[in-house]
T-cell receptor, first 115, second 114 residues
Framework: DVKVTQSSRYLVKRTGEKVFLECVQDMDHENMFWYRQDPGLGLRLIYFSYDVKMKEKGDIPEGYSVSREKKERFSLILESASTNQTSMYLCASSLLAGSSYNEQFFGPGTRLTVL | GDSVTQMEGPVTLSEEAFLTINCTYT??????LFWYVQYPGEGLQLLLKATKADDKGSNKGFEATYRKETTSFHLEKGSVQVSDSAVYFCALRDGGTSYGKLTFGQGTILTVHP
C-alpha cells in the first residue's frame, strides 16, 4: 500500500515561531504537494514539487516555503507563524505525468494551531 | 482559471436514503474529474474518477458521470449507510498540466443517521 506519513497529527505553536511540517512517502513518487484545508474553502494548494530540489508555487504560497532535499521527503516551512495560518495541512504524492490516472495519495493531515 | 463548485452542506440523511451531491466545474481544455472522500480523522482517499466525457466512475456503490454538456460530475448513491458519513470533495485535473495539480471544491459534509 502507498503510504504518506506526516510528522505530527496535532501541533500548537506561538506567533512568530518557525514551524516545520514534514511529509514522507514510500512509493518513489516524483510529485509531492502541500495543501491547506479550511472549512468552506476546500483544499488549496500551497506548493508542489516534481523532483528533488524543484518547487513550484501553488495558489496560496505567501507566508510559506518548502524544501525537497530527498525524493521521499517534502517539508513545509512557516518562517514566522501567524494566527491566520491555523489550519489543517495535508501532504500528497503522485507519479509524474504520463498517465491520466495518476492518483494523488494523501497523508492523514497535521492540525496546526498558532496562538 | 479552473474552479469547482459543490452543493452547500451539510447533508443529513437517514440510512438507506438516496444521495446526490452536485458538482459543477469550469475548466479550459479537457479535465479529468474526481471524487475524494475524507473519513473523520483521516486524509483524503480517491473514491472514483472519470477522464473523458460520458465516462462513469463507480466504487463502493457510488457513481458519477462526466457530463461535458452541463460541466457536471454529480455524485450519487442509491442507499447510504452510516459508514458513509464523511466529507466529500469534487476535484478536477486540467488535461494540460503535467504535474497532476488538482483543483478542489469546498467539500460537502454528509451525516447518515441510523
Amino acid at each position: 500500500d502507498v503510504k504518506v506519513t506526516q510528522s505530527s497529527r496535532y501541533l500548537v505553536k506561538r506567533t512568530g515561531e518557525k514551524v516545520f511540517l514534514e511529509c514522507v512517502q514510500d512509493m518513489d513518487h516524483e510529485n509531492m504537494f502541500w495543501y491547506r484545508q479550511d472549512p468552506g474553502l476546500g483544499l488549496r494548494l500551497i506548493y508542489f514539487s516534481y523532483d528533488v530540489k524543484m518547487k513550484e508555487k501553488g495558489d496560496i504560497p505567501e507566508g510559506y516555503s518548502v524544501s525537497r532535499e530527498k525524493k521521499e521527503r517534502f517539508s513545509l516551512i512557516l518562517e514566522s507563524a501567524s494566527t491566520n495560518q491555523t489550519s489543517m495541512y495535508l501532504c500528497a504524492s503522485s507519479l509524474l505525468a504520463g498517465s491520466s490516472y495518476n492518483e494523488q495519495f494523501f497523508g492523514p493531515g497535521t492540525r496546526l494551531t498558532v496562538l | 482559471g479552473d474552479s469547482v463548485t459543490q452543493m452547500e452542506g451539510p447533508v443529513t440523511l437517514s440510512e438507506e436514503a438516496f444521495l446526490t451531491i452536485n458538482c459543477t466545474y469550469t475548466a479550459t481544455g479537457y479535465p479529468s474529474l474526481f471524487w475524494y472522500v475524507q473519513y473523520p480523522g483521516e486524509g483524503l482517499q480517491l473514491l472514483l474518477k472519470a477522464t473523458k466525457a460520458d465516462d462513469k466512475g463507480s466504487n463502493k456503490g457510488f457513481e458519477a458521470t462526466y457530463r461535458k454538456e452541463t460541466t457536471s460530475f454529480h455524485l450519487e448513491k442509491g442507499s447510504v449507510q452510516v459508514s458513509d458519513s464523511a466529507v466529500y470533495f469534487c476535484a478536477l485535473r486540467d488535461g494540460g498540466t503535467s504535474y497532476g495539480k488538482l483543483t478542489f471544491g469546498q467539500g460537502t459534509i454528509l451525516t447518515v443517521h441510523p
